[in-house]
Nanobody, 123 residues
Framework: QVQLEESGGGLVQTGGSLRLSCTAS????????MGWFRQAPGKDREGVAC????????YYGESVKGRFTISRDNAKSTLYLQMNSLKPDDTAMYYC????????????????WGQGTLVTVSS
């Protein structure tokens, strides 16, 4: 059973950057599509970005397109989310999850999630 662990969250000012990491263990990471999701207090969970198992295909939610970059290093079993030009609206708990599959319209999550890492953007 795959286990996921996120890191890299923190407090940053508006316009700043953070890079989140998600390390996988217990399964073939290089055969899994993966995604980043976030949930702010009082809001529904939102799909931020996802990536195919090869890394060639990437999807971004409209709210982060042009500012966030998803990537992966299959040799390290690690997923990344580079977040630039951060805004207060990006404040949320960020989760990585194994995706059930990849599509160009987003990736539905499986039931395998990390514990989350908190990102707080101050104005």
């Amino acid at each position: 059973q795959v286990q996921l662990e996120e890191s890299g969250g923190g407090l940053v000012q508006t316009g700043g950057s953070l890079r989140l990491s998600c390390t996988a263990s217990g399964a073939r990471f290089d055969r899994m599509s993966m995604g980043w999701f976030r949930q702010a207090p009082g809001k529904d969970r939102e799909g931020v970005a996802c990536i195919s198992w090869s890394g060639y295909d990437r999807y971004y939610g409209e709210s982060v397109k042009g500012r966030f970059t998803i990537s992966r290093d299959n040799a390290k079993s690690t997923l990344y989310l580079q977040m630039n030009s951060l805004k207060p609206d990006d404040t949320a708990m960020y989760y990585c999850a194994r995706a059930r599959y990849y599509t160009d319209n987003g990736c539905p999550a499986s039931d395998t999630w990390g514990q989350g890492t908190l990102v707080t953007v101050s104005s």
